[in-house]
């Protein structure tokens, strides 16, 4: 039984940081994908940082130089560590896990991922 847990999220003002955690349960944690998605009120659910299961990063624009995916394979944990939070990055945040197809990564092609948490809520104002 796959799982996938957040944890993290919070109320911040503007310019602080959060460390978002998921912890994958119920498969072999280090052959997947993993990404952190966000959706916003009345908005498609986004990706916002992805990574490979050999380390590779992926990042939206609207992110970079502000968060940083990173993960642990030894405690099966997936972080989100978030810098400079603007008002426009509050949502519900996600992670979730995907199976490589041919060696690739999904990055941010939701429907690929099989597997999601239930949200942590980030909100910055």
């Known amino acids: 039984h796959v799982q996938l847990v957040e944890s993290g999220g919070g109320s911040v003002q503007a310019g602080g940081s959060l460390r978002l955690s998921c912890t994958a349960s119920g498969y072999t944690y280090s052959s997947y994908c993993m990404g952190w998605f966000r959706q916003a009120p009345g908005k498609e659910r986004e990706g916002v940082a992805a990574i490979d299961s050999d380390g590779s990063t992926s990042y939206a624009d609207s992110v970079k130089g502000r968060f940083t995916i990173s993960q642990d394979n030894a405690m099966n944990t997936l972080y989100l560590q978030m810098n400079s939070l603007k008002p426009e990055d509050t949502a519900m945040y996600f992670c979730?896990?995907?199976?490589?197809?041919?060696?690739?990564?999904?990055?941010?092609?939701?429907?690929?991922?099989?597997?999601w948490g239930q949200g942590t809520q980030v909100t910055v104002s």
């Open positions: 979730a896990s995907a199976r490589p197809n041919r060696g690739q990564c999904p990055d941010f092609d939701r429907a690929r991922y099989e597997h």
